[in-house]
């Protein structure tokens, strides 16, 4: 069993050049392993808390040296030279050290930082790469995650000019990463030119990649991809598709979605996002709605029926209750698994069993402030994932998680997942 020899933490920076934690753990046996924790800028109210220096002349406040110093100064001194049965066993006595259910004791990102170092370098202590170990840990045979990829973006990831967040592609007709990939860099080259001709230059990149040309609205948005599908050779629906995410919570006010102009309640909302999945080939639809409107999720997951995945990111914050609550309202069949939202990997492995059990799809996604670290990647093959979101293809902390898909490909040959069928 291991033994915790030597943990320690740092402050980095990630992709939009803020401060994040990296975390080095050493056991007895001399494997070491590390790892960073990233950070999402379109968050939900119930994700776990990061701490921040909150020191204005310091990065506006996002520092992490107080995260940092957790590590350093409590954690490892209260573990030194214990040694651990397991994952679980290690993160029990982080989550004791911390005692708060929101993880603001002593940081969430302190803490996913030494739950991801730690297993690291276990995997390394075992000779076995990291998902092999993380599928241990979850109970599963690894898979790889069919990848959903980021193309256009709006809202808080693109300075808002349009409302909703992304438009990503789903390779629908990919047997494997790499045809996925060389499809995704068709389309992706495809909706560079077309912008070029469309907007007269070519378009600006938001925060994980994707393109963020001046749409005048969101029916332009969501026909652009189509047309960029065609233009690059493919057939929408059948060989690419599209997922969005809508990120409703950013633009919910005073009751209402204030979209386009429009003031719209919860059905209208539901009326709307529905015309989208008619009109366009869209099979997942991310965050509909807004966190906190349980009322109409229900509805909305009605309305689409099995014509597309309903994904809750912000509605779940991959906590456990959450995700409970969702499945027995029915208000969701889809799970968005973002590990630092919950804080160690113990606990994320719990959403995911309880997304599974209910016989909802789960996607591991990336943050929008990342790093090039490609645990992500391990993780969603280990945990057999059936989808992956990161980002566009632009970014190398993006290229990172894609680039260690391919290598597990490769090494591992392992399936790729398919497309799930949606619980109505």
């Not at 297993?119 to 995650?145: D, V």
């Not at 894609?402 to 490909?409: A, D």
Request: charged share 25%; with cysteine; net charge neutral.
């Amino acid at each position: 069993m291991p033994t915790l020899r030597r943990l320690s933490g740092l402050e980095i920076l990630d992709s939009r050049g803020q401060p994040t934690v990296k975390a080095i753990c050493e056991l007895a046996s001399g494997a070491r392993g590390a790892a960073s924790v990233p950070s999402g800028r379109s968050t939900g109210r119930a994700e776990a808390h990061e701490k921040r220096d909150g020191d204005s002349r310091r990065y506006r406040g996002l520092g992490c040296r107080e995260a940092v110093r957790n590590i350093n100064e409590v954690i490892f001194p209260n573990l030194e030279d214990t040694t651990f049965s397991g994952q679980d066993d290690f993160d029990r006595a982080l989550l004791e050290l911390d005692g708060t259910d929101d993880k603001s004791g002593l940081g969430a990102n302190a803490l996913l930082g030494c739950s991801l170092a730690y297993a690291r370098a276990t995997a390394i202590e075992a000779g076995k790469p990291l998902f092999q170990t993380l599928a241990s840990l979850m109970g599963t045979s690894p898979r790889l995650p069919r990848p959903t990829i980021t193309l256009f973006s709006g809202g808080k990831h693109a300075g808002g000019q349009v409302e909703i967040q992304d438009v990503l592609i789903v390779p629908l007709a990919a047997r494997t990463i790499d045809d996925a990939m060389a499809a995704t860099f068709a389309v992706y080259q495809a909706a560079v030119a077309l912008g070029a001709r469309k907007y007269g230059m070519r378009p600006l990149v938001a925060d994980e990649g994707g393109l963020a040309p001046a749409f005048p609205d969101i029916n332009t948005m969501l026909s652009d991809a189509v047309e960029a599908i065609t233009m690059a050779g493919f057939v929408p629906g059948l060989d690419i598709a599209l997922a969005i995410d809508v990120a409703a919570s950013r633009f919910f006010r005073g009751g209402r979605y204030q979209l386009g102009g429009m003031q719209l309640s919860g059905r209208n909302m539901i009326e709307l996002v529905a015309g989208w999945v008619a009109r366009f080939p869209i099979i997942s639809v991310e965050d509909a709605l807004a966190e906190d409107d349980w009322q109409h999720w229900p509805d909305l997951r009605r309305a689409l029926g099995r014509r597309a995945l309903i994904m809750g990111d912000d509605l779940l914050c991959t906590n456990p209750r959450r995700i409970e609550r969702a499945v027995g309202e029915r208000a969701a069949n889809a799970l968005l698994l973002k590990v630092n939202q919950i804080g160690t990997l113990t606990e994320a492995a719990d959403s995911c069993r309880r997304a599974r059990a209910a016989g909802w799809a789960v996607t591991a996604s990336a943050r929008s402030g990342e790093t090039e670290d490609d645990w992500l990647a391990d993780l969603a093959t280990g945990w057999a994932s059936d989808q992956i979101k990161i980002g566009s293809i632009t970014r190398s902390e993006r290229l990172a998680k894609y680039n260690r898909l391919l290598e597990i490909e490769v090494t591992a040959r392992l399936p790729l997942a398919p497309w799930p069928t949606p619980l109505p």
